[in-house]
């Protein structure tokens, strides 16, 4: 145990106090790695973990006791969840939103300009699983433009149908605006005011952390002007 | 009707060089020392050991000449194969055995097994047709073997110490089979034997292969009358000694001497039957030429004597009667006084 | 072993004992055994594992037609080139399946070096359909029965072959009525553990095949799936492929659980 300890680099207990455990949705992988960078320069002494997953998985692990002192959400029926299940101190906030978009490969060679086109015959488009937040949007937005898309799969998440469309399996798919802007391979086509679903990403305070007030002034920093202008930096739009 | 074989085969770590001829209705057992090449002469004519070079032939048809284009396969050759071990297929009843070849030859399924039970028969096997082959004895298993081979009617029957498999009690009775039905075999027979009574109980002729050679062949008497090697004069029981024969003496390689009446000068291989080696308590007197005193090494029961085996300079088995063993007072440990008559030392050119 | 062992090795033998047992456990614990007839019988389940049985079987078929001879072949050639398609075989058996999932894609996706090729020429896309399911279990499955058939046909006596060959059988015969037939076992415990892990397969499935309801949803992917949404769904299909595999096992046991 003493050797596995030291290979996988377990926590040393004396030396530090313990990193502020942040649970974020994989969406939030970019902007939230410069959050922590910030805030371990404005709060002198503190360390910041960051764990990245698709929310329902960092939803599992919450339930199983992972001992997180934050959770930030890409949608708040995972958080609604989260709550109900006491996993949370307090309530949660909405910190930053998203918009839909359309993914296509770079050069948008199948000319889809809009959501309407995704019903069209032989065209591949998949979308993330119901359960993932983003799978969830997307088919909000279609079924408020009353298009009906025969996906070719539930996607666990929006980093692996972005992927596809990457490689040329899928023509299409419905991301988040801030997953399309890096990426070369692929473009972004907006998805209209009128069916848009913005993504509202909450924020709170776990229970099962060891570090409550950092947790605690860590949610705060995101939600300072300073952590909003970072989020507006990689594309994310306000609560 | 005759199998001729004049060829050379990589065999292991040896290059063999083989040259025999059996004819129709003749065994030739091949003897010699555990890797000699005899059990890759009988995969050689069989198709199992393509050769290099050389021909082997039956009557006109070439069945192997080292080409590509010259190598019969191993199933058009017409030949039955008994193994050391009897090799019977586990998956398959005592009769599919015996009907395996049938079937491989094109022969239905229902004559094949009818053929299959009469051969079975004729090796009084009959009513174990429906066993598997893990049920048999060793010996049966053999039996059911050389019934699989034979039910093929092949040209040629190749058996490689077909005895070794069995028991001692079921080898006699394995021994009398085999030469019955080879005797009725009307083809070639080419027989291994590692045990030099299978090979004289069941041979014509003998071919002596050493170390991928041929040393010598010849009838059974032609080979124990005169064994040209060390290997065959063990199994035939002599002992021999190669020299340097020069005025009627043979000088040995460790320097002792030996006096042989008609030694031809050069270098020569001598053989002395053990019971021409007289013992004596006492120096004896009188016409001997060679006469030593040696270390008695040890005392063996044979059959109808005792072998008596001396050491030093000149190391012998000597055949007694065991009364001259107590009158002797010969004990192992103990010495004795060796004579040898200079003419019952048989020479012939090494 | 009939010889005295160490003492000192019972302790972390126990813990590693240990180590199996309570995730068995935590999983039959915590099954909701009140409804765990009424989930295993809701149609996405049926649907799910219906899918799974038949796509590891077709696997298991193409492992058979395809790894059998390339079994034999590594079973009778040497050389370097051997070892190459050794390694090449084995190469699934280690890679995380993910990673063979995307290398699908490179290869049969429908940009992929052949898959543009079967896409061009007869309108064919393999990822996103059960073909993909099929073809994703078998590149992972097929290892397990080669290297299983390889063993089986190196401790093949081949005197058995010659015995066939000498009484008048072609190669072809030899291979089907003496080697194979000879080689059962092997043959046997190759297809059961082929099957099994082909019925198993998550990562190059979801990768290169997708996750669909009815489509290419097997019963892994819908476990991955119900955890995200329904933590006790997911511990009953758990159970059952657990319940699954311990019947492949038990059907194996002659083979790799009983010590000679």
């Known amino acids: ?239 | 009707m005759s199998l001729s074989a004049d060829f050379s085969a990589a065999a292991g770590s040896f290059e063999l060089a083989a040259r025999l001829q059996v004819g129709g209705g003749e065994t030739v057992a091949l003897v010699g020392p555990n890797g000699a090449g005899k059990t890759s002469v009988l995969r050689a004519v069989a198709g199992l050991l393509p050769i290099r070079a050389g021909v082997i032939r039956f009557d006109e048809q070439v069945l192997d000449d080292g080409s590509p284009a010259g190598f019969v396969p191993p199933e058009a050759r017409g030949v039955g194969f008994v193994f050391q071990q009897p090799l019977l297929f586990p998956h398959l009843s005592v009769m599919g055995n015996v009907a395996f070849g049938l079937v491989a030859r094109g022969m239905a399924r229902r004559a094949a097994n009818a053929h299959a039970a009469g051969w079975l028969d004729r090796v009084g096997l009959a009513d174990r047709a429906r066993a598997m082959p893990g049920e048999l004895s060793g010996g049966q298993a053999q039996r059911v073997a050389l019934a699989r081979a034979l039910a093929t009617t092949p040209r040629i029957l190749l058996l490689d110490e077909p005895l070794a498999a069995a028991d001692a009690t079921a080898r006699l009775e394995l021994r009398r089979e085999l030469r019955s039905q080879l005797q009725q075999f009307a083809g070639v027979r080419l027989l291994v034997a590692h045990d030099a009574v299978d090979a004289f109980a069941l041979a014509d002729r003998i071919v002596v292969v050493e170390q991928g050679r041929v040393v010598q062949a010849g009838t059974v008497a032609e080979i124990c009358g005169s064994p040209r090697s060390r290997y065959v004069a063990d199994l035939v029981g002599l002992n021999c000694f190669s020299g340097t024969a020069r005025d009627g003496v043979i000088e040995l390689p460790n320097g002792a001497r030996l006096v042989a009446s008609g030694a031809r000068d050069g270098a020569v291989f001598a053989t002395v039957h053990p019971h021409a080696i007289s013992l004596f308590r006492e120096r004896p007197s009188g016409s001997p030429r060679n006469v030593w005193r040696a270390p008695v090494l040890g005392i063996e029961p044979a059959l109808d004597c005792q072998r008596v085996r001396l050491g030093g300079e000149v190391p012998l088995v000597a055949e007694v009667t065991a009364r001259a063993v107590s009158e002797l007072q010969l004990a192992t440990g103990g010495e004795v006084w060796v004579a040898l008559k200079a003419t019952e030392v048989r020479v012939q050119a090494g | 072993m009939r010889s005295r062992q160490p003492a000192l090795l019972w302790l972390p033998a126990s813990l590693g004992a240990l180590f199996f047992v309570l995730p068995l456990l935590g999983l039959l614990l915590r099954a909701p055994w009140a409804e765990f007839v009424g989930e295993l019988l809701s149609p996405p389940v049926l649907q799910a594992l219906w899918l799974s049985v038949r796509c590891a079987a077709l696997a298991t078929l193409l492992t058979f037609v395809f790894g059998l001879p390339l079994a034999v072949w590594l079973a009778t050639a040497a050389g370097p080139s051997r070892t190459a398609v050794r390694v090449l075989v084995t190469l699934p058996m280690v890679l995380p399946p993910v990673v063979g999932g995307v290398a699908l894609l490179l290869a049969y996706g429908r940009r992929g070096l052949f898959g543009q090729w079967l896409d061009a020429w007869f309108g064919l896309v393999l990822p996103f359909s059960p073909v993909g399911v099929v073809l994703a279990a078998t590149y992972v499955a097929m290892p397990f029965f080669v290297l299983t058939v390889e063993a089986g046909l190196r401790s093949f006596d081949h005197r058995y072959a010659d015995a066939a060959a000498s009484l008048g059988a072609g190669p072809w015969r030899v291979f089907t009525r003496v080697t194979l037939p000879m080689i059962a076992p092997s043959l046997g415990a190759g297809l059961v553990v082929a099957f099994a892990r082909a019925l198993g397969e998550f990562g190059a499935t979801i990768t290169f095949a997708g996750n669909l309801a009815g489509e290419t949803r097997t019963m892994p992917l819908a476990v991955y799936q119900a955890l995200q949404t329904d933590p006790q769904g997911a511990i009953v299909l758990s159970v059952l492929l657990v319940m699954v595999a311990a019947l492949l096992l038990f059907l194996l046991r002659r083979h790799w659980l009983r010590v000679a």
């Open chain 1, 1 to 239: 145990m003493v050797v596995a300890c030291s290979l996988v680099g377990c926590a040393p207990a004396a030396a530090a106090p313990h990193p502020i455990v942040v649970f974020a949705a994989a969406s939030l992988t970019a902007p939230f790695q410069a959050l922590a960078a910030a805030f371990e320069q404005a709060v002198p002494g503190s360390a910041v973990e960051l764990h990245f997953a698709g929310t329902p998985s960092l939803l599992v692990q919450l339930r199983e006791g992972a001992p997180a002192d934050v959770f930030a959400a890409a949608d708040e029926n995972n958080m609604q969840r989260a709550a109900a299940a006491d996993l949370l101190v307090g309530a949660a906030q909405v910190f930053a939103s998203n918009h839909l978009a359309i993914v296509v490969t770079a050069g948008n060679p199948q000319r889809i300009t809009g959501l309407e086109d995704l019903a069209r015959d032989g065209l591949r488009v998949a979308l993330c699983g119901p359960e993932v937040p983003a799978g969830s949007y997307a088919r909000q937005a279609l079924a408020k433009a009353g298009v009906e898309v025969r996906s070719l799969s539930d996607e666990p998440s929006v980093t692996a149908l972005v992927a596809k469309v990457r490689l040329g399996e899928l023509d299409a798919g419905i991301v988040y605006a801030t997953d399309v802007t890096d990426v070369a391979e692929v473009a972004g086509v907006a998805v209209p005011e009128a069916f848009d679903v913005r993504a509202r990403y909450p924020i709170a305070v776990a229970a099962a952390g060891l570090q409550r007030d950092g947790g605690a002034r860590f949610v705060a920093f995101v939600l300072s002007p300073a952590g909003r202008a970072i989020l507006r930096d990689f594309g994310f739009g306000a609560p």
